[in-house]
């Protein structure tokens, strides 16, 4: 199954999990099932229309999917699947 | 890069302390003198802002321009190593600009005692080569991102959170920008500053390094910078990754069809009612408690439960006897409580237990006081024994 990297924001709603394998053979039906597993996710992850968040980027091996097949990028089992949330700290 | 003249010469003074440069075939005379002529903007002296100044003027940037308008606390030094303890309640500026001048003092450091706003950005900014952005939030790094995008300066990027730190480069003429990457920010609250969240000391070291090395390579017009790369570190696991990062073509400032022209209200952009120096949520103001009232009514043996809704790894810190719940799991609990009784809610500083207390409203709790100021006042008015984190 492919892999999901959880990044420490998110942690918390993913059982403290930093990785998580996630069945699917698309990076959408991925996500679908981390969020289906750990619902306090989903609201992190998706807006109320039920799309991806802006300040939350998937990332497929290095590739952002916003240039490859969106949540339908095709996802085999030996790939990674990033969640990079926007963090801003510095002091 | 640097639009700057090259100065002449540098004196025997400097070729001696840049020796192990100038022996580089990399920098050598030609690319130390660019470094000396160039003008360096670092938003910040904290975390990410301490590496970076003392590095770049260790490495010889004869300009180096300082925004802060911060004074030293003890809580900084753990992390912000351009401070020391001398320095508490010092101008974070001074101290820094002092330490600056004793590693090299060479270097011309430009002081600005200001709130980076949208009135002042591009006045401040304007004729720097560089600018690298150590502040530490969202209407902050938009606002660089953007006046560099409009001034056409590079921003090298850099943030932290815990034990994860990112960094990058923006701004220059065919990479992308800070908000090809993330075109809005997350909502307020959401994402936990370093105050709320923590950050391992060590960490902005990493970054804010990683970043002077950047400044210095764009500066030199050597290596293969971060532009079009977004570096994603974790100190935890030490590990390091990459990912891919495109100039957006549907980009609001750099892309073809852009819709910004000018510096925009960024806190209204980022969701925050502008009202500074005011932390506390609205409705905590409505039903708060004084440290010492809630003092008095445990003297008195008053019939009330008193919760801290803080971490246990802070309660561990100190505590003041109340009922443990943590905030993430006060929505679950809440049927261990009775919403009939009389409850105080207290965490840190009055935030966390703000919002606590505004979730026992909703779910028909009618008799919930928030204690101002947290622990920390707590430990001002009442318990000086207590200590403050």
């Given at each position: 199954?492919?892999?999901?990297l959880?990044?420490?924001?998110l942690?918390q709603?993913?059982?403290?999990?930093?990785?998580?394998?996630?069945?699917?053979?698309?990076?959408?039906?991925?996500l679908?099932?981390?969020?289906t597993?750990?619902?306090?996710?989903?609201?992190?992850?998706?807006?109320?229309?039920g799309?991806?968040?802006s300040?939350?980027?998937?990332?497929?091996?290095?590739?952002?999917?916003?240039?490859?097949s969106?949540t339908?990028?095709a996802?085999?089992?030996?790939?990674?699947?990033?969640?990079?949330?926007?963090?801003?700290?510095?002091? | 890069?640097?639009?700057?003249?090259?100065?002449?010469?540098l004196?025997?003074?400097?070729?001696?302390?840049?020796?192990?440069?100038?022996?580089?075939?990399?920098v050598?005379?030609?690319?130390?003198?660019?470094?000396?002529?160039?003008?360096?903007?670092?938003?910040?002296?904290?975390?990410?802002?301490?590496?970076?100044?003392m590095?770049?003027a260790?490495?010889?940037?004869?300009?180096?321009?300082?925004?802060?308008?911060?004074?030293?606390?003890?809580?900084?030094?753990?992390?912000q190593?351009?401070?020391?303890?001398?320095?508490i309640?010092?101008?974070?500026?001074?101290?820094?600009?002092?330490?600056?001048?004793?590693?090299?003092?060479n270097?011309?450091?430009v002081?600005?005692?200001?709130a980076?706003?949208?009135?002042?950005?591009?006045?401040?900014?304007?004729?720097?080569?560089?600018?690298?952005?150590?502040?530490?939030n969202?209407?902050?790094?938009?606002?660089?991102?953007?006046?560099?995008?409009?001034?056409?300066i590079?921003?090298?990027?850099?943030s932290?959170?815990?034990f994860?730190?990112?960094s990058?480069?923006?701004?220059?003429?065919?990479?992308?920008?800070?908000?090809c990457?993330y075109?809005?920010?997350p909502?307020p609250?959401?994402?936990?500053?370093?105050?709320?969240?923590?950050v391992?000391?060590?960490?902005?070291?990493?970054?804010?390094?990683?970043?002077?090395?950047?400044v210095?390579?764009?500066?030199?017009?050597k290596?293969?910078?971060?532009?079009?790369r977004?570096?994603?570190?974790?100190?935890?696991?030490?590990?390091?990754?990459?990912?891919?990062?495109?100039?957006?073509?549907?980009?609001?400032?750099?892309?073809?069809?852009?819709?910004?022209?000018q510096?925009?209200?960024?806190?209204?952009?980022?969701?925050?009612?502008?009202?500074?120096?005011?932390?506390?949520?609205a409705?905590?103001?409505n039903g708060?408690i004084?440290?010492?009232?809630?003092?008095?009514l445990?003297?008195?043996?008053?019939?009330f439960?008193?919760?801290?809704?803080?971490?246990?790894?802070?309660?561990?810190?100190?505590?003041i006897?109340?009922k443990?719940?943590?905030?993430?799991?006060?929505p679950?609990?809440?049927?261990?409580?009775?919403?009939?009784?009389?409850?105080v809610?207290?965490?840190k500083?009055?935030?966390?237990s703000?919002?606590?207390?505004?979730?026992?409203?909703?779910n028909?709790?009618?008799?919930?006081?928030?204690m101002?100021?947290g622990?920390?006042?707590?430990?001002?008015?009442v318990?000086p024994?207590?200590?403050?984190?």
């Open positions: 199954m492919p892999k999901i959880i990044p420490t924001p942690r709603f993913a059982g403290g999990n930093d990785a998580v394998e996630a069945a699917g053979s698309t990076v959408g039906e991925c679908e099932a981390l969020t597993q750990y619902p306090d996710l989903r609201k992190n992850l998706y807006n109320d229309e799309k991806l968040r300040f939350v980027n998937i990332y497929l091996n290095d590739e952002d999917i916003r240039y490859l969106k339908g990028t996802a085999k089992d030996s790939d990674t699947i990033s969640i990079v949330p926007s963090i801003a700290g510095g002091r | 890069m640097p639009a700057t003249a090259v100065p002449v010469a004196s025997n003074e400097e070729v001696l302390r840049y020796s192990r440069h100038l022996i580089l075939p990399e050598g005379m030609d690319g130390q003198l660019k470094l000396k002529s160039a003008k360096v903007l670092c938003i910040g002296t904290g975390g990410l802002g301490a590496p970076i100044g590095y770049l260790a490495a010889g940037i004869g300009t180096i321009g300082l925004v802060d308008f911060d004074i030293v606390d003890r809580t900084n030094l753990q992390r190593i351009i401070h020391g303890t001398k320095d309640g010092k101008k974070k500026l001074d101290s820094a600009a002092e330490t600056i001048a004793d590693i090299n003092p270097v011309n450091v002081k600005y005692e200001v980076l706003s949208s009135e002042n950005a591009m006045q401040i900014m304007k004729g720097y080569d560089v600018v690298v952005d150590g502040t530490d969202f209407p902050t790094r938009y606002l660089v991102n953007d006046a560099c995008v409009l001034l056409g590079p921003n090298v990027y850099g932290i959170f815990r994860e730190g990112q990058s480069v923006f701004a220059t003429t065919d990479g992308p920008c800070y908000r990457l075109p809005e920010p909502p609250g959401l994402v936990p500053s370093c105050a709320e969240g923590g391992l000391g060590i960490l902005p070291g990493m970054i804010g390094v990683m970043q002077a090395t950047e210095v390579k764009l500066i030199l017009g290596g293969d910078t971060l532009v079009g977004l570096v994603l570190y974790d100190a935890l696991n030490m590990r390091f990754r990459e990912m891919r990062l495109r100039k957006s073509p549907d980009c609001p400032i750099c892309g073809p069809d852009r819709s910004i022209h510096l925009i209200d960024y806190h209204q952009f980022c969701g925050i009612p502008q009202q500074p120096a005011q932390a506390e949520p409705a905590a103001k708060e004084e440290p010492a009232d809630v003092k008095s445990l003297d008195a043996m008053h019939n439960i008193l919760i801290d809704v803080r971490e246990p790894h802070e309660y561990q810190i100190c505590n006897g109340a443990l719940i943590p905030l993430g799991e006060l679950k609990r809440l049927n261990e409580l009775d919403p009939q009784a009389e409850y809610m207290h965490c500083s009055g935030m966390r703000g919002k606590a207390c505004d979730l026992m409203r909703q028909g709790f009618t008799n919930v006081r928030n101002k100021g622990i920390l006042a707590w430990a001002d008015k318990d024994r207590v200590p403050k984190y």
